[in-house]
């Protein structure tokens, strides 16, 4: 641990002298209490009572770490605390195709997707900017990243089955979210590992720009695209009788390029799973936090501590 101002830890060196000044002086207290047999007798009778003399002494023992701990605050202490990399942002990619209404998933794939979700977002650490782009046979970028989590999350929390649509242009999808979290980089930036896209889809791309190509140029922006694919490549019955199948090659393909991983869930706590995983592959750094509240919080704790046992039965001094 560091300290902002060092120099004030040498007034430590009084508190040795503040408890040597108290010890003297109680003694001779109690010399002067000698001389007065009723009073001595008074004196005994309370030293005799266990709590009072179990706690005879707490207050000076309060003063004494009030001191030290003000000391302590003085010096203005500073510690490590891990930090994302500054301008890390991430664009979650979830397909609204109406294969995620299947029922594989409690108590649909969509839902499970979308609550999945709003608990990762929930858990991130602050200062990442995170979006939200929705995609079928279309693409909209609702929410770009930002640091601001509830507008992400109040959108997800409105999305049901009635905003489904045919359509998976899984290319397309890449190529808005590329653009949506690169919109305001600075071209100086040194960072590169600080951007990332998180794909989710249930099937595979029929419409749009070719994924790996769209992979490419996420690659060429230091964008790591994490795929997630929901279901089972066996494919599942939607309505219809149509028979939608997951591309785990090409989700595969698309993690590797870009230097991520590729998940598939079968359930909405392989989802939670995932969304840890992912978690962890945010980059961090440390930072100098100066922490000196904490010193000062637990020297007004001890206040309130000394000045209820003032209050109490006790009459502590």
């Known amino acids: 641990m560091n300290f902002i101002w060092p120099q004030a830890l040498y007034l430590l060196l009084f508190i040795p002298l503040y408890i040597f000044l108290h010890i003297h002086f109680e ?7 000698i ?10 009778a309370i030293s005799k009572t266990k709590k009072i003399d179990a706690l005879k002494h707490l207050p ?17 202490p500073v510690s490590f605390v891990y930090v994302p990399l500054p301008d890390t942002k991430m664009l979650l990619l979830l397909d609204i195709s109406i294969s995620m209404e299947a ?14 979700a709003i608990n990762f977002i929930q858990d991130l650490p602050k200062g990442i900017e995170i979006g939200l782009g929705l995609f079928s046979g279309s693409v909209r970028i609702i929410v770009n990243p930002t640091l601001e989590k509830t507008k992400t999350i109040n959108v997800l929390k409105r999305l ?3 905003s489904l649509e045919p359509g998976t242009a899984i290319g397309d999808a890449i190529l808005a979210g590329i653009d949506s979290i690169t919109f305001e980089d600075n071209p100086n930036q040194e960072n ?10 249930d099937g595979e791309a029929n419409i749009g720009n070719d994924p790996l190509f769209s992979a490419a140029q996420a690659k060429i922006n230091n ?3 994490q795929t997630i694919g929901i279901g089972s490549p066996a494919g599942t019955i939607i309505r219809g009788g149509i028979l939608t199948k ?9 993690a590797s390029l870009t230097g991520g991983n590729y998940f598939n869930a079968q359930n909405l706590e392989d989802m939670k799973k995932i969304y840890k995983k992912i978690k962890k592959t945010i980059h961090f750094i440390p930072k100098e936090t100066e922490i000196t509240f904490i010193p000062v919080i637990i020297i007004f704790a001890l206040l309130g501590i000394y000045q209820i046992l003032k209050w109490s039965k006790f009459r502590l001094g």
């Open 27 to 33: 003694k001779k207290k109690q010399k002067d209490l």
């Open 35 to 44: 001389p007065f047999g009723n009073v001595e007798v008074i004196v005994e």
């Open 160 to 162: 049901n089955l009635k």
């Open 192 to 201: 590169k590992n600080n951007k990332s896209i998180v794909l989710i889809t």
């Open 60 to 76: 000076f023992v309060l003063k004494v770490a009030v001191l030290a701990l003000l000391v302590f605050a003085l010096s203005r």
């Open 103 to 116: 029922e594989d998933m409690n108590p649909n794939r969509l839902i499970a997707a979308k609550e999945a």
């Open 246 to 254: 997951l591309d785990e090659f090409t989700l595969q393909e698309i």
């Open 223 to 225: 964008i790591v695209i």
